[in-house]
């Protein structure tokens, strides 16, 4: 599928995402969670929702303490059971765009990604703005994350504290060239966006979005 109608898939997704039941909402999360085993990115998945553990906890603790309602307990008339209902599914909602996000990232390569961004930008040249200056300094950025990452586990599996390994990250980062691997080896970023400059979607695949947000919408929500 084209990089271009896969982005789109995901805003339509994003879009309709919060319009969708709890039930729906749990068996979408089953069904990314098993595409996500199946691409053999399983574990970054859980690395993403660790990461953003708090903010499901804040979710759900606003939601379930702050949402009026019949109370789950009569112990606890402060807790809902509306606002257990809606705690759960703001979550789920906020799981599921993670795992399409992580899911696109790991079915899309860097270069057919930033050249769908480009494609997707590209009205906005009518306004001043040049979608390939921002696909170069993206791609660059999105190239530095891996290094950076590896440096921050490098850290931490020498146990230091947080202050220290902050200081040591920083110290690599002005010894080590900013410049990405693959700039290092000679290839020039054009040439890489180039590599991708690519066709459009073929007819086919235009319907697809649309098809998605209509299959979203008659859902019973």
């Not at 001043?128 to 921002?134: A, E, H, I, L, N």
């Not at 504290?161 to 080590?176: I, V, Y």
Request: aromatic share 8%; charged share 15%; hydrophobic share 60%.
């Amino acid at each position: 599928m084209n990089p271009l109608i896969r982005i789109l898939c995901l805003l339509v997704l994003a879009a309709m995402l919060p319009a969708l039941s709890l039930p729906l909402l749990a068996l979408l999360a089953l069904l990314l969670v098993a595409a996500q085993a199946w691409a053999g990115s399983l574990p970054r998945l859980l690395q993403g929702v660790l990461r953003l553990r708090w903010l499901f906890l804040a979710i759900f603790v606003l939601y379930l303490g702050f949402t009026p309602g019949d109370p789950w307990l009569a112990s606890l008339p402060g807790l809902s059971r509306e606002g257990l209902y809606e705690g759960a599914r703001r979550a789920l909602v906020l799981f599921d765009l993670l795992a399409a996000v992580y899911l696109l990232l790991a079915l899309t390569r860097l270069e057919a990604l930033v050249q769908g961004l480009v494609q997707l930008l590209y009205p906005l040249r009518v306004f001043g703005f040049d979608p390939t200056v921002f696909a170069r300094r993206l791609a660059l950025a999105m190239d530095r994350v891996g290094a950076l990452q590896a440096q921050v586990a490098a850290i931490r599996a020498h146990g230091r504290g947080w202050l220290d390994g902050a200081a040591a990250l920083m110290r690599d980062l002005e010894q080590t060239s900013l410049v990405p691997a693959s700039a290092a080896r000679g290839a020039a970023p054009d040439s890489t966006l180039a590599s991708t400059a690519a066709s459009l979607p073929r007819w086919w695949e235009w319907p697809l979005p649309p098809l998605l947000a209509l299959l979203l919408w008659k859902l019973p929500l």
